[in-house]
């Protein structure tokens, strides 16, 4: 796989933290990450050449760079080891806790060090089921739905027709008698509203010898 070719680096400082000792006499370009973690430790020799992008990162450990050794561009030494001196690293090579004996010559893109980690593919065995329900609720469950009966399925009724209301014809009185009737009622009324006007007692004493003569002529 043909390497990367590399960015140049927007920082143009260098970054230094935690207990990192350089030498004077050392060349550092730009974009260089030295870190010491809390237990950890980082030595630059004399005359060590670090290219840009370099990262040193020391783990609960020390990681020492000899006099005269060169890292190439975005070389990463991550742990704790020792670089001989007047070794020569190729550029985005990685070191992990990988010690490198004096005047090595590493090639680019290498990667040096138990860098992976193992894994066990087998698959896991599957976990029991477990229900916070008592003992006998699934049984209690299935004889539940056994026991309840299957609808039967119902035939349509048939439609009874509703009986027709047969109509009553109901004589009317004769408008004749309907109207003398009437007459009398309110003839009636008129004699309790006014019990002393002689009017109305002589129209009601006529109106009865009308309504008696009536029935005598039709008989005629």
């Given at each position: 796989?043909?390497?990367?070719?590399?960015?140049?680096?927007?920082?143009?400082?260098?970054?230094?933290?935690?207990?990192?000792?350089?030498?004077?006499?050392?060349?550092?370009?730009?974009?260089?990450?030295?870190?010491?973690?809390?237990?950890?430790?980082?030595?630059?020799?004399?005359?060590?050449?670090?290219?840009?992008?370099?990262?040193?990162?020391?783990?609960?450990?020390?990681?020492?760079?000899?006099?005269?050794?060169?890292?190439?561009?975005?070389?990463?030494?991550?742990?704790?080891?020792?670089?001989?001196?007047?070794?020569?690293?190729?550029?985005?090579?990685?070191?992990?806790?990988?010690?490198?004996?004096?005047?090595?010559?590493?090639?680019?893109?290498?990667?040096?060090?138990?860098?992976?980690?193992?894994?066990?593919?087998?698959?896991?065995?599957?976990?029991?089921?477990t229900t916070d329900q008592p003992d006998g609720a699934d049984e209690a469950e299935a004889d539940f739905w056994e026991d309840e009966p299957t609808p039967?399925?119902?035939?349509?009724?048939?439609?009874?027709?509703?009986?027709?209301?047969?109509?009553?014809?109901?004589?009317?009185?004769?408008?004749?008698?309907?109207?003398?009737?009437?007459?009398?009622?309110?003839?009636?009324?008129?004699?309790?509203?006014?019990?002393?006007?002689?009017?109305?007692?002589?129209?009601?004493?006529?109106?009865?010898?009308?309504?008696?003569?009536?029935?005598?002529?039709?008989?005629?």
């Open positions: 796989m043909p390497l990367q070719p590399l960015q140049l680096c927007s920082l143009p400082d260098v970054r230094v933290m935690g207990n990192v000792e350089i030498h004077p006499s050392a060349a550092i370009a730009s974009g260089v990450v030295l870190l010491a973690g809390p237990q950890g430790r980082v030595v630059i020799g004399p005359g060590v050449c670090l290219g840009m992008g370099v990262i040193i990162n020391a783990i609960a450990g020390t990681i020492r760079i000899g006099e005269g050794a060169s890292l190439g561009p975005g070389v990463l030494v991550v742990g704790s080891c020792a670089i001989g001196a007047n070794s020569c690293i190729g550029g985005l090579t990685t070191v992990y806790e990988q010690d490198i004996p004096t005047m090595a010559v590493i090639s680019a893109g290498s990667v040096l060090g138990n860098c992976g980690r193992s894994v066990d593919l087998a698959a896991p065995e599957p976990l029991p089921l039967q399925p119902q035939t349509p009724r048939e439609s009874i027709p509703e009986p027709e209301a047969i109509p009553i014809n109901v004589p009317s009185p004769p408008p004749s008698e309907h109207l003398t009737a009437s007459k009398m009622r309110i003839n009636q009324l008129l004699v309790t509203l006014f019990p002393y006007d002689q009017r109305f007692q002589q129209r009601i004493q006529e109106d009865g010898h009308q309504s008696d003569s009536r029935p005598e002529d039709s008989n005629r």
